[in-house]
């Protein structure tokens, strides 16, 4: 991983500002950090390159705000969502938005340098952040019927309980659903999973099956 890359944490609960900013820096990352979303949008157009680390619920103007803002300046930054428990529904609009990732609080360092390390290769361009919808539609064609419903669920956002009931399945079996899409589709984590469904441009929808 490239020393001294940027990092812009944006969250407004000073304590986890100075908690990422601590273990980032301990990771050979350069950290900028933000009490609010107004307050990067107020510098963004003349920041130097970097990810940007944003938390999703925050007063004033909130993360999915921030990042739609970022968009209609034309600020093309990797964004990687930070989210609560609960928030998954925000998060999939955050994806939809084009962010690269959303990661759970609290979350594990692996987790946050293996979403950074996406990151900065997108920085550098060596990123194909431009999947073909084809390929996506080939990975997505290797699903079962089950895990597509469950990959529907989560793409309009419902936890793992409401995509239970709605299919007449335990919770229990929508996780090992959900754990062999994510193998099928090769990908490390619901926001890449939820990336490809995107870039495929569809809802997959197929007769219901056992």
Known sequence: MPHNRLVHVIDDDEGMRRSVAFMLSHANFKVETYASGVAFLKVAQNVVRGSVLLDLRMP???????QQELGKRGIDLPVII??????????????RAGALHFIEKPYEKETLLAALEEANARLDRSYDRNMSAAEARIRLASLTARERDVLNGLIEGHPNKVIAHSLGISPRT?????????????????????????????????PNAS
């Open 82 to 95: 930070v989210t609560g428990h609960g928030d998954i529904a925000l998060a999939v609009k955050a994806m």
């Open 60 to 66: 004033g103007m909130d993360g999915l705000e921030v």
């Open 174 to 206: 929508v996780e090992i659903h959900r754990a062999n899409l994510m193998e099928r589709l090769r990908v490390r984590s619901l926001s890449e999973a939820l990336r490809i469904a995107f870039i495929a441009n569809e809802i997959i929808k197929i």
